[in-house]
């Protein structure tokens, strides 16, 4: 709540001086309309003394001030006086990112002003602070001075993946997806002749009619596994305009849907971020991980990243499935990539490098005016990259372009596939 | 001066629908208070009168807190008074213009890309429209003591008591530093209620 001190206005000084002087100099010169003349600002002078406040501020109040949304929701931001009978003019500066109803963020309303706002897309944003004014009906009396802002913090909406889990071999306990060993599972495993100690209910009596030998079905054992989001947030890089998407708003997204996607799996997920800008979310399962998940990325620092040093990931079980979301333009991102391979962990490289930049359909959408020295660096950065894919394929690494929710589909369905693929076993 | 031109020019840019009628009446209210006066206007100064009139209301519809105002509600009165010279009952209408230009010009003075809302747009209307009937009225009850020809300086003196006791009563309430109740505000939004700090 802010307190504005009342002060009179310029209308009630010319009031005060108009009426005596047109009141006084009726009487020296005789003039008897004079005092008829004088009778607006004589009114105008009781009227602002009948109006006048018995204190000397005025309290006025921002609801909400602090607010959490989802994206594409909009947010109606009050300013609140406690004059009934005064009329309220606020103005909120305009902010990139921002988008207000009025489109000039300033409104004249009474008691109560609302503006409307809605942000462009997920993040934190400070509304305001908002330049208040308030005034009685006689325009005698005013107080202005600088409201209280407004926090909205909007959740980057977790869009649907689509395609499987791809896990090839989960490394939990309990779960959905089906592993290597045998045990009880819904999947089944092979056929094979009854040995002491199989459990009767496993007795497949179709295969045991046609050999006339007694037959079991032996199950796979369905497990959860441990899924490590990895985000590097070391550069921002923007894309063709300020409104498109930048690396970060890809990886947040590729994020969101990666961790709705496992999470509804019932496989443990964790978040961590190398560019130091988001916290470090530890592994979680079920609906509240989700929320703990959004709400750390929405509380991301969209701002220039003072870390040039990555946060490398420490204590990670081999086995884990690593998404690695990544523009990889930064030398020590690719040797993480490197080194969570050599750990044992199955990682797949999300590239969140916004789509056209480098390319030659960029150069050609770029504006005579606009081109710089820029444009060429960054389609020789993109061929480096490409020699950079290149040998992370060879080693093992998938690398996707996140183009949405079906990017990684055909990816995850390729690792579903190779683990039903016969491997060369080792005979000692 | 390139700074003055270019802020005067984004601030005509700037103006939103809303203000533009606002300062529209406001200028529409002013030009017919200049019409008025160079109606009863004699031909001495027929030509200078409404052009510094006009200017002045020109600045005014810009800078409706400025002196602007105040010279021009002066300089219009002042016209009218020396110009006019037939019954004091036409002053009482030209007072009520005086009086609407005046508190028009108190009350445009919102932010001029502000949206006005409808309620506001009521609230406003009704207690223009009362004012200038309150200015008629007390207008026409002076001018009616100013007729009564046994009243001369009873007139004056009701006119000098009123100018005394508004001086007085504003200089008065200016220094009252009353503490009345104000109600207070329910502080939903703030984490500690005094009362759970105690």
């Known amino acids: 709540m802010t307190e504005l001190p009342i002060r009179p206005t310029p209308a009630l000084v010319r009031s005060l001086i108009l009426g005596l002087l047109l009141a006084?100099?009726?009487?020296?010169?005789?003039?008897?309309?004079?005092?008829?003349?004088?009778?607006?600002?004589?009114?105008?002078?009781?009227?602002?003394?009948?109006?006048?406040?018995?204190?000397?501020?005025?309290?006025?109040?921002?609801?909400?001030?602090?607010?959490?949304?989802?994206?594409?929701?909009?947010?109606?931001?009050?300013?609140?006086?406690?004059?009934?009978?005064?009329?309220?003019?606020?103005?909120?500066?305009?902010?990139?990112?921002?988008?207000?109803?009025?489109?000039?963020?300033?409104?004249?309303?009474?008691?109560?002003?609302k503006v409307v706002v809605e942000p462009h897309t997920w993040?934190?944003?400070?509304?305001?602070?908002?330049?208040?004014?308030?005034?009685?009906?006689?325009g005698s009396w005013r107080a202005a001075g600088e409201g209280t802002s407004a926090y909205v913090v909007v959740r980057p909406a977790a869009a649907s993946l689509v395609g499987s889990s791809g896990i090839t071999r989960p490394i939990g306990m309990a779960g959905s997806h089906p592993s290597a060993t045998p045990g009880e599972g819904s999947q089944l495993a092979e056929l094979r002749e009854f040995r002491l100690g199989d459990?009767?209910?496993?007795?497949?009596?179709?295969?045991?009619?046609?050999?006339?030998?007694?037959?079991?079905?032996?199950?796979?054992?369905?497990?959860?596994?441990?899924?490590?989001?990895?985000?590097?947030?070391?550069?921002?890089?923007?894309?063709?305009?300020?409104?498109?998407?930048?690396?970060?708003?890809?990886?947040?997204?590729a994020v969101a849907a990666l961790s709705r996607h496992y999470l509804g799996y019932g496989d443990r997920v964790a978040v961590h971020d190398i560019g130091r800008r988001m916290r470090h979310v530890r592994a979680g399962t079920g609906p509240r991980q989700l929320l703990v998940t959004i709400d750390a990325l929405s509380r991301i620092d969209r701002g220039t990243n003072p870390v040039f040093r990555g946060r490398p990931i420490r204590g990670i079980t081999p086995g884990t499935l690593v998404f690695f979301c990544s523009p990889l333009i930064d030398e020590s991102s690719?040797?993480?990539?490197?080194?969570?391979?050599?750990?044992?962990?199955?990682?797949?490289v999300v590239d969140t490098l916004p789509g056209?930049?480098?390319?030659?359909?960029?150069?050609?959408?770029?504006?005579?005016?606009?081109?710089?020295?820029?444009?060429?660096?960054?389609?020789?950065?993109?061929?480096?990259?490409d020699e950079v894919f290149a040998r992370l394929r060879q080693a093992g690494v998938p690398v996707v372009a996140w183009r949405g929710t079906g990017s990684l589909a055909g990816v995850l369905a390729t690792m579903e596939r190779s683990r039903r693929a016969p491997r060369l076993a080792r005979r000692v | 001066m390139d700074e003055l031109v270019a802020g005067l020019i984004d601030r005509i840019r700037t103006v939103s629908l809303h203000q533009w009628l606002t300062k529209l009446v406001l200028a529409l209210t002013g030009t017919a208070l200049i019409t008025v006066c160079a109606a009863a206007t004699g031909a001495v100064l027929a030509g200078a009168t409404p052009t510094i009139a006009a200017i002045l209301l020109a600045l005014v519809v810009l800078w409706p807190e400025s002196m602007a105002t105040i010279a021009f509600l002066g300089f219009s009165a002042v016209w009218w008074l020396f110009a006019w010279h037939g019954s004091i009952w036409a002053t009482v209408p030209v007072a009520a213009l005086v009086g609407l230009v005046h508190l028009l010009a108190a009350l445009a003075t919102g932010p001029a890309h502000a949206v006005v809302r409808l309620a506001a747009l009521r609230f406003f209307g009704s207690r223009i429209g009362a004012y200038v009937l309150a200015t008629a009225g007390v207008g026409s009850v002076l001018a009616a003591l100013t007729m009564l020809p046994t009243s001369r300086y009873v007139a004056w003196?009701?006119?000098?008591?009123?100018?005394?006791?508004?001086?007085?009563?504003?200089?008065?309430?200016?220094?009252?530093?009353?503490?009345?109740?104000?109600?207070?505000?329910p502080d939903d939004d703030e984490p500690y209620l005094p009362e759970d700090l105690a």
């Open chain 1, 24 to 113: 006084l100099g009726g009487i020296l010169l005789g003039q008897r309309g004079a005092a008829v003349m004088a009778a607006p600002f004589i009114v105008h002078v009781a009227w602002g003394l009948f109006t006048r406040a018995r204190t000397d501020v005025v309290r006025v109040r921002t609801q909400p001030r602090l607010v959490a949304v989802h994206e594409d929701d909009s947010v109606p931001v009050r300013m609140v006086t406690d004059r009934p009978g005064w009329w309220i003019a606020v103005s909120w500066p305009l902010r990139f990112g921002l988008r207000l109803a009025p489109r000039s963020g300033a409104v004249i309303d009474t008691t109560d002003a």
């Open chain 1, 123 to 138: 993040g934190r944003y400070l509304v305001g602070p908002p330049e208040v004014a308030v005034m009685d009906a006689s």
């Open chain 1, 199 to 253: 459990r009767l209910k496993r007795i497949n009596w179709r295969v045991t009619s046609r050999t006339g030998r007694l037959h079991v079905a032996t199950m796979l054992t369905e497990r959860d596994t441990d899924v490590l989001l990895v985000m590097d947030t070391l550069h921002d890089v923007p894309g063709f305009t300020a409104m498109d998407a930048t690396s970060l708003d890809l990886a947040v997204r």
């Open chain 1, 334 to 348: 690719t040797t993480e990539v490197g080194r969570l391979r050599q750990l044992g962990c199955e990682v797949v």
């Open chain 1, 356 to 385: 056209d930049l480098g390319t030659p359909r960029w150069l050609r959408r770029r504006r005579r005016r606009d081109r710089s020295w820029l444009d060429e660096a960054w389609v020789v950065r993109r061929l480096e990259r």
């Open chain 2, 157 to 185: 003196l009701a006119v000098v008591a009123i100018c005394v006791a508004t001086l007085v009563a504003t200089l008065v309430a200016g220094s009252i530093d009353d503490a009345a109740v104000v109600p207070e505000m």
